[in-house]
């Protein structure tokens, strides 16, 4: 997928290409944990050797405001993948409020808050999918 959508600028085909080259890396991560723990289990140390060219990519089209709110999903996953749990909260943020129905950029965001704090700083939209996301985080948080 990612050979054919390359060159492809739309909304739709940079957030395919991107996606598809994510899960591949991903799926070579796994891979090459196995083989490193010898079948018992994935290794730590194998990271997602397609981060840094996503990243680089990404990032170019985020600081051009080329992103939808499907693009913002995809580099918020990129920067949680790197560990960049600040940078993935602002660019999540804008995510959900571009596409508040994308439940999966909801539930990343609330994987890297760690704190009730955390929950009231993030800026979110006022839609009926917020709700949501507080049972979520009252859950995840205990708080309920």
Known sequence: ?????TGCNSHLAV??????IYL?????????????????????????AELQS?????SDLHDTAKLDGYGLYLY????????????????????????PMNWGA?????????????VQQLQLPHHWMR?????HMDLELQSN
């Open 1 to 5: 997928v990612a050979h054919a959508l």
């Open 76 to 99: 918020g996953m990129v920067l949680k993948a790197m560990d960049l749990e600040e940078e993935a909260r602002h660019v999540l943020q804008k995510s959900v409020t571009a596409c």
């Open 131 to 135: 709700l949501f996301f507080s049972a």
């Open 24 to 48: 591949s890396g991903e799926k070579r991560k796994e891979e090459e944990g196995m083989e490193q723990s010898g079948g018992k289990g994935q290794s730590k140390t194998v990271i997602n």
């Open 15 to 20: 957030f395919l290409r991107g996606y598809s």
């Open 54 to 58: 996503l990243h680089k990519e990404l």
């Open 106 to 118: 909801w539930l990343d965001l609330a994987s890297i808050c760690h704190s009730q704090t955390q």
